[in-house]
């Protein structure tokens, strides 16, 4: 009997299953905060019917919740748990870090495509990985070459494109806009590679849309609610899996081809002229190919969506909030037209909307670990081996525990004090940040974010390119409501078709 037949066989047993526990009244009764559950298939036909609204879906049953926690029983009794509790991020997070871990199942899941990159690993293979990398990020030269790499893609082609588009009246996906530009940023300053994607023509790089295709197809087999579905479909080398395989292929080959380069440019001279990551592994005598690709290709990936998406919803929101878009651009005015380091990290109010709208929208909105042994989280929920628990930045955002009656407001202020409140002297505003377990949007404990800097750096620097000399104006119509979507990373469904009007001098 081939695969296929076993498969249509099965089908054939599970469906009428499937319909006599739906209508059985043998199940566990649904409340605010636990859709209904049944024997064999757990809560399976509610998280089928919300695939689409995942993340909103598990926010809300989150927010019903008493304890701010849920469990979610899936097919075969494979419990999750989804929580909003500070004190059990911090638990897993930090408190009993090493008792938490990314899992067998999730590195397999990434393993195509991430290899044993950074954000796929644990142990000691994450330890020296992260040592190696800290060491890296936390060099004023490349923090310089960051500066210099992002001031020239905001000056060189993103602010002419706007230009071009504000002169023509036309309308431009600002989400495909800023996704450009954080690729061409990531790769230059992962790789020392130009993609070219942020043009004047929008190009479809074949780099680009390669890599596309691996994060996205790579992600997609967490949502698969039967996962030996994706396993038949990349032992066959059909469909999805067909095309993920001849993408992390592709990806390889061609990082491998960048790595010969360097290695020959090295071999000539005493010290690599660029200061991209790579070159820095290489010069510091991390020559293996593996190792170098892997950790290049989670840091593209890190780098790739996470600051597009934080910035799409940043200026939705500022395009809902006059007021507040007034006060940053009196912010960025008193600062000069290209912004040194110093300049850029006193940019307190436009540091406050960012937080606070990442706050609203985080650029990943789920996240989560393995148990590696039975264990009680602090708010007394049953953790055991093997078990996923999920911490839920997006959910944590909307919580009146956390932010008060007022959290669906955009308020940046809530994130800063006046002198005269116990903090500075000057009548100015300073920033008063949130306990990382409480605001996890750069992880927290040992795998905080190591890119944090960076993103504020050039978050703040397109910001400010952009506002100083544009007004961003939604072109869908009075009472349009983005959707907030999520695979690896959070998008807006359909894009964000903008204009831009040139603010008068």
Partial sequence: MSIIELLALLSLLLVPLFFYLTTNSWSKAPSKSNP???????????????????????????????????VLRRFLDDSRVLTGNPANVQHILK???????KGSKSRQTLFDFLGNGIFNIDGDSWKFQRQVSSHEFNTKSLRKFVETVVDTEVSQRLIPILSTAAANKSVLDLQDILQRFAFDNICKIAFGHDPEYLLPDLPE????KTF?????????????????????KRFLNIGSEKRLKEACSDLREFARNIIKEKKQELSSKPSLETVDLLSRFLSSGHSDEDFVTDIVISFILAGRDTTSAALTWYFWLLSQNPEIEKEILREIKDKSESPVYEEVKDMVYTHASLCESMRLYPPVP????????????????VIKKGMRVLYHPYAMGRLEMLWGPDWEDFKPDRWLQRAGDGVGNDGKWSFVGRDPYSYPV??????????KDMAFLQMKRV????????????????????????????KMEGGFPVRFEERAN
């Fill in 463 to 490: 910001v400010a390119g952009i506002l100083r000399r544009f007004k961003v104006v939604p072109a869908a119509e009075d009472g349009f409501e983005p959707v907030f979507v999520s695979f690896a990373t959070s």
């Fill in 442 to 451: 750069f992880q927290a404990g040992p795998r905080i974010c190591l890119g």
């Fill in 36 to 70: 209904k559950s049944y024997p064999l298939i757990g809560s399976s036909a509610a998280i089928f019917a919300n695939r689409n609204r995942n993340t909103q879906w598990t926010s809300d049953l989150i927010q019903s919740s008493p304890t701010v926690t849920v």
């Fill in 366 to 381: 789920i996240d989560g670990k393995v148990a590696l042994r039975d264990d009680v989280l602090p708010d007394g929920t």
């Fill in 95 to 101: 408190t009993k870090f090493y008792d938490y871990e």
């Fill in 212 to 232: 596309d295709d691996a994060a996205k197809i790579s992600s997609g087999r967490f949502a698969t609610l039967l996962p030996f579905l994706w396993k038949i």
């Fill in 205 to 208: 790089t074949e780099f680009a």
